[in-house]
């Protein structure tokens, strides 16, 4: 038979649950953004690797052909390059998935000093005010920095740095020289000092000595990407 004392002890034993659940609640509710922070974090920082590792193919594949030919799609850099009677392999497959944007697709940055002008001008800011050198043999970007020095000591690179990052953007079967995410979103980590994904293009270009390298933005001091050859 229930006593009247089994009846208080399972009532405070009741209590005593749905207390415990209301603090693991609220528990969970503060560590979520931490949580989500730090998720995020991570997909930023696998997201510059991968942005990295594209870029330091991009720079293969162009000293391969000598400065006259870039690549014009994914697949070209997927395919590797030829060496002897096979293929030296320059990109893995994981690399050609941005993990920041819905579709993974990556967008192609085309080769017009005009348009990379803003990110040069990041760069430029971010590193004390000078545009780092082209990875060597330098020669073969010279079409390419040469333009980029004159538009950036005129400031026209500052007049459109709001502009829509979209406009940036090539589709497969023309050539390109970097990669951006399709990604609008703030970021928790600074790439050059730029906390918005849809603004850091990893290509070839400037990457002069300490000038590739992550600052934090507002989380902890991430760790610097890969330095792939030639950078």
Known sequence: MTTTADKNESGMTLMAVMVFLTIFAFVLMAAAPSVQMDVQ???ELEAIRRGEEIADAIHQY???HNGTKLPQSLDDLLEGLPA???KRQILRKSATIDP???DGRWR???PSPDVIARFAKRVQLFNNGVLPSSPQPTRFYDRYTT???NILNTESATEDDDADEEDMTVED???FIGVASQSQGRSVLAYYGIENHAKWLFTPLFRGTGANIIRPGRGPT???PPRGRGF
Do not use: W
């Open 41 to 43: 974090r991570e997909k």
């Open 62 to 64: 162009f000293i391969f």
């Open 84 to 86: 002897g009677t096979k």
């Open 100 to 102: 920041l944007s819905l």
């Open 108 to 110: 192609l940055i085309q």
């Open 147 to 149: 333009v980029l020095a």
């Open 173 to 175: 079967n023309i050539p």
């Open 222 to 224: 991430a760790p610097p």
